[in-house]
């Protein structure tokens, strides 16, 4: 990613916690990298009266770094901020954006490129649109993009609601969703060890493989995010959108191209054939948990419900477990077992699949698994049998074993800079379009109403892998987790 990219970036929210701690380091890392260079400028917008100085002070310190030629970067590349005090509501305040918007237009010769970012409360998202469109912000030059942050909707109505309103501003193609791992360098591995290893594709199918494990493990709490997990939940939070698209990488057709039409095509193809639930199968396939009070590493550590801004009798679930099934052709049978949860184990996003053993002339073999690490390690591990030391003819598990060195990871680009990079170059291959997200929505709305049914929870001490269920779930199909950290293992 080198070409340069002429644009004014508008940035709603931009006093907020996300700017400060992804965005900002974000754009410096595409400007260190001449994709923005001269011409292009950032305006912030949000409720607090700063001035263009303080908002450039804020700035330089998201992005600060020790070396002097760092720090001479920074103030550069700062010097392209301005603010201005905004409320979304006003449309006075559209009109002064406008020509804020106009006037650096001009100085940066940016040629009319606009980028909207909404990195704020979703309520908002709704109102900003329709008053870029009324207040026409829009220009009718050089391209106008959106980038908009999850939650998208709480449940498909919400959803279609908020993007009837994006769409009557924008066209779908101009509208960039984005769901952060998508950028993250091992989601993205998925296709390529997928695609580019004939000894993958061949063997990727019902016939050899015997289930598929996704994991999105957090070893914190909710923290100050108890307000908005109260109204979320670990389904509507983590499977709707991440667990989801790790899954439709696992299991779609190959693409025709890397392209972005050719690969929302299949993916869209793979949501559209996972086995619709009844609300009963739902509640029998999918389980909800809570967190309770437990002592970790001697340290007391609350449960749930004892957490600030969260209700004492909360059935709000911080750990989910499901069996989902798929209807397409080459994974009909193979279950796909998700889970993901607060206060777990230990933190770790990883993806194993698991390969059928069986007879061989040296015995029973055992299952081969594949297991890729997305964070916080990133990497590959494969087990395979080979024959143990010494005489006679036993099988053995051998571990072929890859690690990304850690500095080479340090020096790739943060999910974010590689998301925000695309959205300007106008690639919308890693970011989700409509038809998918109503189409997760659809699946997940089916677990929510059967667990509205239910009138408990169950629960799992902190710093565990979830409830018995969680286990039993796999176990009555006789399947078992494969990551278990509470065993001793090489690293994960």
Known sequence: MSNEVNAVIIMFGGSGDLAHRKLYPALFGLYRKGVLKDHFAVIGTARRPWSDDYYRGVVRDSVAGSEEEHEAEAEAFASHFYYQSHDVTDSSHYVTLKQLAQKLDDQYAVGGNRMYYMAMAPQFFATIATHLKSEALLTKTGFNRLIIEKPFGHDYPSAKELNDALTGTFAEEQIYRIDHYLGKEMAQAILALRFGNPLLKTVWNKDYIKDIQITLAEAVGVEERAGYYETAGALRDMVQNHVMQLLAYLTMDEPTAMTSEAVHEVKSRAFDQLHRYTEEEAAANFIRAQYTAAAIDGQAIKGYREEDGVASASLTDTFVAGRIMTDAPAFAGVPIFIRTGKRL??????????????K??????????????????????????????????????????????PAAIAAAPEAYERLIGEALAGDQTNFNHWRELAQTWHYVDVITAAWQKQTGIETYPAGTMGPQAAFDLLAKDGHQWYWQPTRVRMAD
């Open 345 to 358: 184990t230990r933190k770790s996003t990883q993806v194993t699949v698991t390969f059928k053993g069986g």
């Open 360 to 405: 061989t002339p040296f015995g029973e073999g055992q299952d081969a698994h594949l297991t890729i690490y997305i964070e916080p390690s990133q990497g590959y591990t494969l087990e395979l049998n080979g024959k143990q030391l010494g005489e006679g003819n036993i099988l053995t598990p051998n571990r072929l074993d890859f690690r990304h060195d």
